[in-house]
């Protein structure tokens, strides 16, 4: 029993999704301290106000606190910008300059016509249809 857990731990998928999820948690810091201490005042200086999580609004003595949600929607705007710009852009220009000099399989010309026969053979060959006779 021990045995299994310890294969299941060790396994590579679960290693790199731990490390992924303290990654992601050290980034989800810096993206919310960029987005509290720089994006927040900077849209602030535009709106007129320093933070948002104090706006609210009141309909029949219910709260309703709408200026988190707009701090909170701004960070996951940032986060996800900062993902695509910095990890998936990147990725995606590199997988293009590896892919530079391949031809996408639509592409290619189609075979010659001995390529063709030779193919057509090779499967008869395969099923048996042109075994010699006894």
Do not use: C, W
């Amino acid at each position: 029993m021990l045995k299994g857990f310890r294969e299941f731990v060790l396994r590579g998928n679960v290693v790199d999704l731990a490390v992924a999820v303290v990654i992601g948690a050290a980034f989800g810091a810096v993206i919310k301290a960029l987005v509290a201490d720089i994006l927040t005042p900077l849209i602030a200086a535009l709106v007129g106000k320093p933070d948002f999580s104090a706006l609210k609004f009141t309909i029949n003595h219910s709260t309703f606190l709408y200026g988190d949600l707009i701090n909170n929607l701004i960070t996951f705007l940032a986060v996800a910008a900062a993902v695509y710009f910095f990890v998936v852009l990147p990725l995606n220009r590199l997988a293009a300059r590896r892919a530079r000099g391949q031809v996408p399989s639509d592409e290619l010309p189609p075979p010659a016509p001995e390529v063709l026969l030779l193919t057509e053979i090779r499967d008869l060959l395969s099923k048996g249809a042109m075994a010699p006779p006894d």
